[in-house]
């Protein structure tokens, strides 16, 4: 799988850049949607992003921090992250200055390599709350490592500070059900800015 940013707990949770690139990770609220309120805004100017809760039964299966880049995998109980049927993976690039575009092309084009005859499709690339944003799917009816189909949605935010990802990946096609609640959670996935001078280009609490 494609490793392409954070979850505490099962809760939704909310990853704060502050002013010296470190990362900070606050639990949030529920956050399905559609969206209710945000959690309390950290109290110093900061950019936050959130992730909507994972599926009812998922874990975490695997994270890891390091050089300001975090990665999150979460499996459905009684799966791993070496086995699996479906995973969510959340990542944060901290200091990463490259394009939604430049981002989702890479992905995209390493998929194609991993997988002959893989297929990537951008289904909507624009701006949310005034952060660049793609949103985009992968498909690879035979996954060379894994011996499985696989199918991948991704969406990724352009931060000032940072990259932010999460992913949604099955290894069987999924059903329209399954489909829909993984969009619905993508985007459910936001980014906002209590800085002075950024609060009112990037509010945090508006969907």
Request: hydrophobic share 40%; net charge positive.
């Amino acid at each position: 799988m494609l490793p392409v940013a954070i979850w505490f707990d099962l809760s939704p949770l909310k990853i704060i850049q502050d002013e010296n690139m470190k990362l900070k990770l606050w639990p949030a609220i529920l956050m399905l949607l559609p969206a209710v309120a945000l959690a309390k805004p950290a109290q110093r100017g900061e950019e936050i992003v959130y992730f909507s809760a994972p599926p009812a039964g998922f874990e975490i299966g695997y994270r890891a921090s390091q050089g300001g880049q975090t990665i999150v995998e979460l499996v459905p109980r009684g799966q791993t992250v070496q086995n699996w049927e479906r995973m969510v993976t959340l990542q944060t690039f901290a200091g990463n200055t490259r394009s939604v575009s430049d981002f989702r092309r890479a992905v995209s084009d390493g998929w194609r390599s991993a997988c002959p005859g893989g297929n990537t499709i951008n289904l909507s690339e624009g701006q949310e709350n005034g952060y660049p944003f793609a949103f985009w799917q992968m498909s690879c009816e035979h996954n060379p490592q894994s011996g499985r189909p696989e199918y991948t949605w991704i969406k990724a935010m352009r931060g000032e500070r940072a990259l932010y990802v999460a992913q949604y990946a099955f290894r069987h096609l999924p059903s329209r059900a399954e489909l829909t609640d993984a969009a619905r959670r993508l985007r459910g996935m936001s980014l906002c800015d209590t800085r002075p001078g950024r609060a009112r280009q990037h509010p945090c609490g508006r969907r």
